[in-house]
Antibody, heavy 123, light 110 residues
Framework: EVQLVESGGGSVQPGRSLRLSCATS????????MHWVRQAPGKGLEWVSG????????GYADSVRGRFAISRDNTKNSLYLQMNSLRTEDTAFYYC????????????????WGQGILVTVSS | QSILSLPPSASGTPGQRVTIACSGS????????VNWYQQVPGKAPKLLIY???QRPSGVPDRFSASRSGTSASLAISGLQSEDEAHYYC???????????FGEGTKVTVL
């Protein structure tokens, strides 16, 4: 059974940092690209960042580029998102998502999603 | 600006057919495959359709989809109460260099 379990969320003040983790099981983690997708309360889905399985190519949405950093540890089957200089508009549920392919770019789909974790940025 | 347009809502009675249209552009739907996700309230999204018209195992054949040009559509035949959810189309966008989601359609079973 595939499981993606996010942790590290919570409430933080604007300008502060937070690090999300995603522990995975049931997949050959190092093969697949992984992504973070977020959803502000009551809003739609927004892609945040992705990282390839093989060569660790990385991509970011314009809204987070320069502030967020995605990484992975294939020895721990885990995905991370370091979020710096947080803004109120970063408040959202953050989902850890597995891609169907090895590269973060291209015609792949998101076949498994974590349950999501809430990040609240507020003063 | 890259956008995938979806109607905010759709509805039908049990047993009816509901269709949701997703409109994009040459940088997304026009050149890349379309996926659809279903999100039941309070739950994480779930893959419903991939590569324009393929159903993952476990997805009922009441759900079907197609792509033509810069548009795609999702059809739900024989609507059931458990189909009440938000539905999102998504496609890779060459301009954004990332996946793009539509804003979602809330399907209500009357």
């Amino acid at each position: 059974e595939v499981q993606l379990v996010e942790s590290g969320g919570g409430s933080v003040q604007p300008g502060r940092s937070l690090r999300l983790s995603c522990a995975t099981s049931g997949i050959t983690f190092d093969i697949y690209a992984m992504h973070w997708v977020r959803q502000a309360p009551g809003k739609g889905l927004e892609w945040v960042s992705g990282i390839s399985g093989y060569n660790h190519d990385i991509g970011y949405a314009d809204s987070v580029r320069g502030r967020f950093a995605i990484s992975r540890d294939n020895t721990k089957n885990s995905l991370y998102l370091q979020m710096n200089s947080l803004r109120t508009e970063d408040t959202a549920f953050y989902y850890c998502v597995k891609s169907s392919g090895s590269y973060f770019q291209g015609n792949y789909h998101f076949d498994y999603w974590g349950q999501g974790i809430l990040v609240t940025v507020s003063s | 600006q890259s956008i995938l347009s979806l109607p905010p809502s759709a509805s039908g009675t049990p047993g009816q057919r509901v269709t949701i249209a997703c409109s994009g552009s040459s940088s997304n739907i026009g050149s890349n495959t379309v996926n659809w996700y279903q999100q039941v309230p309070g739950k994480a999204p779930k893959l419903l359709i991939y590569r324009n018209n393929q159903r993952p195992s476990g997805v009922p054949d009441r759900f079907s989809a197609s792509r033509s040009g810069t548009s795609a559509s999702l059809a739900i035949s024989g609507l059931q109460s458990e189909d009440e959810a938000h539905y999102y189309c998504a496609a890779w966008d060459d301009s954004l260099n990332g996946p793009l989601f539509g804003e979602g359609t809330k399907v209500t079973v009357l």
